[in-house]
């Protein structure tokens, strides 16, 4: 039981690492791949829970990218975190995410809502790569929106004064990083761009020159139409399939860590190429 995609409240989860490791094993997952936004900060103690409770543990990140203006998130599986190309990338999405941060307040500020900044890391906790749930649970807790959906709707989501993108690498830049440090490029959620097929295949074949071997071909609980489709689109681009849940919060049953159906038999799973990939799992 697999599940690649998984966050903790290094990025923007609310579990401690710890915390998702004996989780996912209490719902049966063997092996987890911690894959927090942009950073690498709770694999450390990721790896010491799954050595007590032994199961598997991939060390994971999901990078954000631009791609032709639509954010795009690629995961890197089986990553050397000690690399130096990994230690730099997380450094200079680190400084992205700060500018972006201080653009979202300053934007907020500009539509009427003070102290967004400040509101949005005292609501990440020290340490925690500031990303936009921090300001839609900050907009929330000031009464300025009702619940998060609403924050995203009006100030956060794609072409709300929020939505600041421009600061992210490319698609092929993080395959570029996730490659040098030992690891596994693959698009993450794909059916959740909500693009054309046509783009779709536009965006994997810019995936697969920039040397991206694999793709979610299972995200959360998802329709079966979807899951044959994407099998297929794998197939297509003779991309790996991935699987995970993209695990944030519990209570959460479409996003519950091993909480989804198994990848299809027409597909080559991605873990065929651990055994390839010069990080030994704990
Ligand atoms: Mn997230
Ligand atoms: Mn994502
Ligand atoms: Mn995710």
């Given at each position: 039981m697999y599940d690649l995609h998984a966050h903790s409240n290094y990025s923007d989860g609310i579990?401690?690492?710890?915390?998702?490791?004996?989780?996912?094993?209490?719902?049966?997952?063997?092996?987890?791949?911690?894959?927090?936004?942009?950073?690498?900060?709770?694999?450390?103690?990721?790896?010491?829970?799954?050595?007590?409770?032994?199961?598997?543990?991939?060390?994971?990140?999901?990078?954000?990218?631009?791609?032709?203006?639509?954010?795009?998130?690629?995961?890197?599986?089986?990553?050397?975190?000690?690399?130096?190309?990994m230690q730099e990338a997380v450094t200079s999405q680190h400084q992205a995410r700060e500018r972006r941060a201080e653009t979202i307040a300053a934007k907020l500020e500009k539509a009427g809502i003070a102290g967004a900044l400040d509101g949005a890391r005292q609501v990440a906790g020290e340490g925690a790569v500031l990303g936009r749930p921090h300001f839609a649970k900050f907009l929330v807790a000031e009464g300025h929106c009702k619940s998060i959906n609403a924050a995203f709707k009006r100030y956060l989501g794609a072409g709300k004064p929020g939505d600041v993108k421009q600061l992210w690498p490319s698609v092929g830049e993080a395959v570029d990083w996730i490659r040098a440090a030992g690891g596994i490029a693959v698009l993450a959620h794909p059916d959740k761009y909500k693009m054309t097929r046509t783009k779709l295949g536009r965006l994997l074949q810019e995936f697969v020159e920039a040397g991206g071997e694999a793709m979610e071909v299972v995200s959360g609980q998802q329709s079966p139409n979807t899951t044959r489709d994407m099998a297929l689109i794998a197939n297509r681009f003779?991309?790996?399939?991935?699987?995970?849940?993209?695990?944030?919060?519990?209570?959460?049953?479409?996003?519950?860590?091993?909480?989804?159906?198994?990848?299809?038999?027409?597909?080559?799973?991605?873990?065929?190429?651990?055994?390839?990939?010069?990080?030994?799992?704990?």
């Open positions: 579990l401690r690492p710890q915390a998702v490791v004996s989780r996912a094993k209490t719902q049966g997952v063997t092996a987890l791949a911690l894959t927090d936004h942009d950073t690498l900060g709770g694999l450390a103690e990721a790896r010491q829970e799954a050595l007590v409770q032994g199961i598997e543990l991939i060390a994971g990140i999901e990078f954000s990218c631009l791609w032709n203006g639509i954010g795009i998130h690629v995961v890197g599986l089986q990553v050397d975190p000690d690399s130096r190309v003779e991309l790996y399939a991935s699987c995970g849940s993209d695990f944030h919060v519990p209570d959460q049953p479409w996003q519950e860590l091993g909480g989804y159906s198994p990848l299809p038999d027409n597909c080559q799973p991605v873990w065929q190429l651990w055994s390839r990939s010069g990080m030994v799992a704990s």
